[in-house]
C-alpha cells in the first residue's frame, strides 16, 4: 500500500492518520520530494480511472497562470504534472490495482 502523501496538507495528513488508526502504515511518496514518472502517473490514473485532466488541483496558483483554458492531452497534463507536481491532487492512496483521491480523507478506507 501506497499513499501520495504532502505532510503539509490537513487532508493528506488526516488520510494518513485514518490509516495509521486502523493499523495500516502504507509506503509514503512525497510526491513533491520524489516526483513520480510519466509511466508512474499513467499508472496511478488507470488504477483511479480517471483521465489526466480530472487529477489537477485546478485552484492552484501554477494552473491559473499557465494552464488554465488549455486542451491538452493526457501525456501533456502527465508533463505538465511532473513540470509541477503542485498540480497533483492529493493524497492517492493506492492498494493492489486500486486507488482513490483521499478527498475527502475517509475515501481511503473505501479501497481496504
Not at 499513499?3 to 488520510?15: D, F, I, M, V
Request: hydrophobic share 40%; net charge neutral.
Amino acid at each position: 500500500m501506497r499513499l501520495y502523501h504532502n505532510p503539509r496538507c490537513g487532508k493528506s495528513r488526516e488520510a494518513l492518520k485514518i490509516l495509521m488508526d486502523k493499523g495500516i502504515e502504507p509506503e509514503i511518496v512525497e510526491y513533491l520530494k520524489q516526483i513520480p514518472t510519466h509511466a508512474e502517473l499513467e499508472d496511478i490514473l488507470q488504477k483511479l480511472d480517471m483521465k489526466a485532466e480530472d487529477l489537477l488541483r485546478k485552484n492552484e496558483k501554477v494552473f491559473k497562470e499557465m494552464y488554465k483554458g488549455k486542451d491538452l492531452t493526457d501525456s501533456k497534463w502527465i508533463e505538465a504534472m511532473i513540470a509541477e507536481p503542485k498540480l497533483i491532487e492529493r493524497p492517492i492512496f493506492i492498494n493492489g490495482n486500486k486507488a482513490v483521491v483521499g478527498r475527502p480523507p475517509e475515501r481511503v478506507l473505501e479501497i481496504l
